[in-house]
């Protein structure tokens, strides 16, 4: 017979496929969106004031407006910090843009009522259809107060 190596003879070579290289780009790409993910929604931190009941999500054809009152006289919308005479003619023109548009805001607990009560009250005379006050979920503790968490998105 022929001196062929063992290998051939035995059979037919079969291929291997290197899996190695496919987990590193995977892991990569994992670690990459755990680290992005959590920055995509970032809003200015503010401590919002917890309810033990909240209102389901209900969905609406238009995103609301979100206006954030994080400290006395610092509101911001969209990122951008504005004063309260300024936030109120943004709130108009977005109004009159959209009529149907409804308003969240979201204020720090610490905050006095009467700060929140004057943005609330300004945009309610600028018409808007809802406006809602965001609010986080306190959770129920046996024999210990609740404690508010950060921010969970519940409106109420």
Do not use: C
Not at 134 to 154: I, L
């Amino acid at each position: 017979m022929s001196a062929l190596p063992r290998s051939l003879t035995a059979g037919r070579v079969r291929p291997d496929m290197n899996v190695t290289p496919l987990v590193d780009v995977v892991l990569v790409l994992l670690i990459i969106f755990m680290v992005v993910t959590p920055r995509m929604e970032q809003n200015v931190q503010v401590d919002l004031p917890g309810i033990f009941n909240p209102d389901p999500e209900v969905e609406s054809s238009v995103d609301p407006l979100k206006v954030t009152v994080a400290k006395r006289g610092e509101y911001w919308i969209n990122d951008q910090k504005y004063d309260l005479d300024t936030t109120i003619e943004l709130l108009s023109s977005e109004h009159a843009s959209e009529p149907l548009r409804r308003l969240v805001l979201r204020a720090d607990a610490k905050l006095p009522y009467g700060d929140v009560r004057e943005i609330f009250a300004r945009s309610q005379r600028v018409g808007f259809p809802g406006v809602a006050l965001m609010v986080g979920e306190r959770h129920r503790t046996s024999g210990a107060t609740p404690q508010a968490p950060p921010d969970h998105g519940a409106e109420g």
